[in-house]
């Protein structure tokens, strides 16, 4: 079993940053590629983006292209997702999940284990 548990989230204006941490504890994660989804009111849960194991593939869904940056540090058992330039439409409950094993992991099914979310609020 992974537990995953989001930080980092909250309330930042338009072309703010900010930066969300993914932490894996129980088994290590090194092996599973990760990746983070974003839930906006009334919306269906998007793909955001995801890392594979090494880090060697990343893919970005086309509305944060150019201003969000995924990352993993698997000594620390952790996933960062830098936010930049960031838009009233980013506005959402992030959520974590770890498991793909391949490496264009955009759908939700693909993933074996979800952290609880954490909200971001961009204010315009």
């Known amino acids: 079993q992974v537990q995953l548990v989001e930080s980092g989230g909250g309330l930042v204006q338009a072309g703010g940053s900010l930066r969300l941490s993914c932490a894996a504890s129980?088994?290590?994660?090194?092996?599973?590629?990760v990746g983070w989804f974003r839930q906006a009111p009334g919306k269906e849960r998007e793909f955001v983006t995801n890392?594979?194991?090494?880090?060697?593939?990343?893919y970005y869904a086309d509305s944060v292209k150019g201003r969000f940056t995924i990352s993993r540090d698997n000594a620390k058992n952790t996933v960062y997702l830098q936010m930049n330039s960031m838009k009233p439409e980013d506005t959402a409950v992030y959520y974590c999940?770890?498991?793909?094993?391949?490496?264009?992991?955009?759908?939700?099914?693909?993933?074996?284990?979800w952290g609880q979310g954490t909200q971001v609020t961009v204010s315009s």
């Open positions: 999940a770890a498991g793909c094993g391949g490496s264009s992991c955009r759908e939700e099914a693909l993933y074996d284990y």
């Open positions: 129980g088994r290590t994660f090194s092996g599973y590629g």
């Open positions: 890392i594979n194991w090494s880090g060697r593939f990343i």
